[in-house]
């Protein structure tokens, strides 16, 4: 009888958590860092899914490296990532770096030399532009393009969370 329960109660778990394979193993193949996370593309070339696996369709193509996409799932091998127009897809976690980096979004903007509105313009920075990002204080982040560093205030660029920016 005892056993009999069992495999009962057994069947039911099974048939409840019939839904995709990856679902019920996110939290176990799990990395364990934070979601979400920024981190980078690592080629030139990487095919955005429909869902975490070679078998579902491509939904579209990055194609260009360095560019910072916002993961926030994962499954397995594969990461569910936003992008700075806020779509979303899956990528296989081999084709990302957590180098992080910045897109600057909207307009040329002013790279100062301190997180002042103030401070001198050490570069116009075109929209698009992807640079290296180096450090956050409060609404500033320190950023590296093409060999010069300086600072672009929140919301002038997409790679970081407010957390992270001090708030």
Do not use: K
Request: contains cysteine; positive net charge.
């Amino acid at each position: 009888m005892l056993r009999r329960s069992l495999l009962s109660l057994l069947l039911v778990a099974v048939s409840l958590g019939s839904g995709p394979l990856w679902a019920g193993h996110a939290a176990a193949q799990s990395t364990g860092l934070p979601l979400p996370r920024f981190v980078s593309l690592a080629s030139d070339e990487i095919n955005v899914r429909t869902g975490p696996g070679q078998m579902h369709p491509i939904r579209w193509v990055f194609t260009r490296r360095g560019v910072p996409v916002q993961i926030v799932e994962e499954a397995q091998d594969w990461r569910r990532i936003v992008d700075h127009e806020g779509d979303t897809g899956w990528i296989h976690a081999s084709l990302l770096s957590s180098r992080r980096t910045v897109l600057v979004t909207d307009d040329t903007r002013p790279l100062r030399r301190t997180p002042r509105h103030d401070s001198r313009i050490v570069a116009m920075v075109e929209p698009l532009v992807v640079g290296n990002l180096l450090n956050c204080e409060r609404n500033w982040c320190l950023i590296e393009v093409d060999g010069r560093r300086g600072w672009l205030e929140r919301g002038q660029f997409y790679g970081a969370l407010e957390a992270e920016m001090g708030g």
